[in-house]
């Protein structure tokens, strides 16, 4: 395959991950358009993209998620490659095969392979093709209740109802006993049909103390499929990540390495090119093939981490027809890392979204700390998207410390107007099931299915709190920009 550089590339996303994605094309002097909806000209990747181009309103389907109006966009700017970064569009194979069909680079996997692994009965099947353990289930094409109920109690009970195009936890109920194996059967299905436009679901055997244990992989142009490691992410809210690690606590050396070759195997069966995710769940010691994501994780830094690679580069150099000149051997992960994504969110009325304008933003640096903000002071985090401001991300050489660090991180990270999940955050880090690396998918349902209770002020903080609150009142009325941004003081102001 020939080396065709890429000339300018349409980031198609938005927040952190866009940034991400600038950043890693200005170091290979490739220029960037930002693909934007209205709502996001006040975010980072709007101020630092070399180009922007308005592609639609606010809502994703006017915009994110509308493949016309992103590739128009792209063309628009002379745009030969496009990112799509994660969520969007990025498992999406009829983007990726229009994007070609532009004239456009898609920037990862062959649309096939995005179609083979985005259905999740075709990845379970592609899975067992490969001789990759599976969890005992149904994935017939009787869709008929007589046969899926037939099958269910073959399986027994408690099970997973699972969109066959489902992610993010979307689509996917659990069925605690035939009494209520119809309900969910039909809150599955309508969930289904509504966000992927299918109602077709499978059966699985529910798990009930299973960790979530998945493997980055990455292809390269050459067919060689690597494997860098593993990650931890069974800390999970309504199936959607909270913390990510890596390596996982969790493997001996011997079940790691069986887990990474199942991976590779995986991705193999699909001459998988770019960078991918192979997704187990794991417990009793046994794991199982669960899905494959076909894009870049938002956890992905951990990885990069432990690795040292640069797995966005990666992809671009891929993209480009450059083979990455690595050896399998020479990837070893060192030391240890750790995620938390920072949400604008209230942690003491059950995690509801806290939007509004920031007011300010203090990212505490310091060796081993890392942190991809997608938005700033005077920025806006918005009812349409996802409530993400950051990721940080600390590196240690031991589990331990590197516990420590992401806490005093977290501790002296502020941000101002608008409330954060960090002390949501620091209460998990240091609970103990979680230090001591036990903690399975069940983790947040058994120990922080509740909001955390309110903080107790001394009458010293209360005094201090007052104070402030009338400097602050008092600095607003000078300034009528300032009148609009949440007070500070007023209530919660600081994740700690």
């Not at 010691?285 to 992905?300: A, C, D, K």
Request: with cysteine.
């Amino acid at each position: 395959m020939a080396i065709k550089k890429i000339k300018k590339l349409g980031i198609a996303n938005r927040g952190e991950v866009a940034f991400r994605i600038h950043v890693a094309a200005q170091e290979l002097g490739i220029p960037t358009v930002l693909l934007h909806s209205e709502a996001d000209i006040q975010s980072k990747a709007y101020r630092m993209c070399d180009e922007t181009v308005c592609i639609g309103a606010s809502p994703t389907s006017e915009s994110y998620l509308n493949i016309n109006r992103v590739i128009q966009g792209a063309l628009s700017k002379g745009c030969d490659a496009i990112h799509p970064g994660f969520g969007f569009l990025s498992e999406n194979a009829e983007f990726a095969q229009k994007c070609l069909d532009a004239g456009i680079q898609f920037v990862g996997p062959k649309p096939q392979a995005i179609q083979m692994m985005g259905d999740k009965i075709s990845a379970r099947q592609c899975a067992i093709q490969s001789g990759v353990p599976v969890v005992p289930g149904y994935d017939g094409e009787d869709q008929s209740q007589e046969t899926l109920l037939k099958e269910a109690k073959k399986i027994g009970f408690p099970l997973i109802i699972k969109a066959s195009n489902g992610g993010g936890g979307r689509g996917l109920k659990i069925s605690k006993s035939e009494a209520d194996f119809f309900d969910q059967l039909s809150s599955a299905k309508r969930e289904s049909k509504s966000a992927f436009g299918s109602d077709k679901v499978f059966l699985e055997k529910y798990l009930d103390h299973a960790k979530h244990i998945e493997f980055q992989v990455f292809g390269d142009i050459s067919g060689k499929v690597f494997h860098l490691y593993d990650r931890e992410c069974s800390v999970q809210r309504r199936h959607q990540k909270i913390i990510e690690e890596a390596i996982s606590p969790s493997l001996t050396k011997e079940t790691r390495q069986k887990m990474a070759d199942c991976a590779v195997k995986v991705a193999q069966e699909v001459g998988y090119i770019s960078a991918g995710t192979v997704e187990f769940i794991y417990q009793d010691h046994e794991f199982y093939f669960m899905e494959m994501n076909t894009r870049l994780q938002v956890e992905h830094p951990v990885t990069e981490c432990v690795t040292g690679l640069d797995l966005v580069k990666a992809q671009l150099k891929c993209a480009q027809g450059e083979t990455l000149g690595w050896r399998q051997e020479d990837i070893k992960p060192h030391g240890h890392s750790i995620e938390c994504r920072l949400y604008a969110e209230d942690p003491y009325q059950g995690g509801i979204p806290s939007v509004g304008l920031i007011g300010s933003c203090s990212f505490p640096e310091g060796p081993g700390r890392r942190f991809e903000v997608g938005f700033e002071k005077g920025d806006t985090i918005t009812s349409f998207y996802d409530s993400m401001i950051a990721k940080v991300i600390v590196w240690d050489e031991t589990r331990e410390k590197t516990i420590d660090k992401m806490i005093k991180t977290l501790q002296s990270t502020v941000v101002f107007g608008l409330q954060t999940n960090i002390p949501y955050l620091i209460e998990i880090l240091n609970h103990p099931e979680f230090r001591s690396g036990e903690m399975t998918t069940q983790f947040i349902s058994k120990y922080f299915a509740d909001a955390l209770r309110p903080i107790e002020l001394s009458e010293d903080e209360k005094a201090f709190a007052k104070l402030a609150s009338q400097m602050s009142a008092s600095s607003s009325a000078a300034d009528p920009q300032a009148q609009n941004v949440n007070s500070p003081w007023s209530s919660y102001w600081r994740g700690i």
